[in-house]
């Protein structure tokens, strides 16, 4: 039984790494961000939430597209870009952010904090929604 149970631990964890990799090639899109923290909003999902970004640079001025499953964990719209994932480290308003989407990573520099973390496809049903219901891009 042990055996049968730790093969189906294996194969389930390999699975869902093969799922993730496989949505998460959207991501190469060669889209780069670099922008200043104006808002946070943290839902009471697992600290989730929308990091709202003043553009510094970016090499696309809109970005908005649409996917059968989840959503991209970022929009740009000139100026103002958003971006969804996990936010457990402090953040601070006036940090500055450089998201890289082929890597799928985002860099943050601010008073208190210099680290890095993961983006990935949004399918979360509850992330989803809580995006929906608190972006500016209406």
Not at 95 to 107: G, P, R, T
Not at 112 to 120: I, L, Q, R, S
Request: no cysteine; net charge positive.
């Amino acid at each position: 039984m042990f055996i049968v149970f730790v093969g189906m631990v294996m194969y389930l964890k390999k699975t869902g790494t093969e799922e993730y990799v496989e949505k998460n090639k959207v991501l190469k899109n060669g889209v780069v961000l670099e922008g200043t923290i104006t808002d946070i909003k943290i839902s009471r999902n697992h600290s989730f939430g929308i990091l709202t970004l003043s553009v510094n640079n970016s090499n696309v001025k809109d970005f908005s597209k649409k996917l059968k499953e989840g959503i991209y964990p970022y929009r740009i719209k000139d100026k103002q870009a958003e971006i969804y994932l996990p936010i457990f480290a402090e953040r601070q308003i006036g940090d500055s952010v450089k998201l890289i989407s082929d890597k799928e990573i985002i860099y943050y520099k601010g008073v208190k904090t210099k680290d890095e973390g993961e983006v990935y496809v949004i399918t979360n049903s509850t992330d989803i929604n809580f995006v929906k219901e608190n972006t500016i891009f209406k």
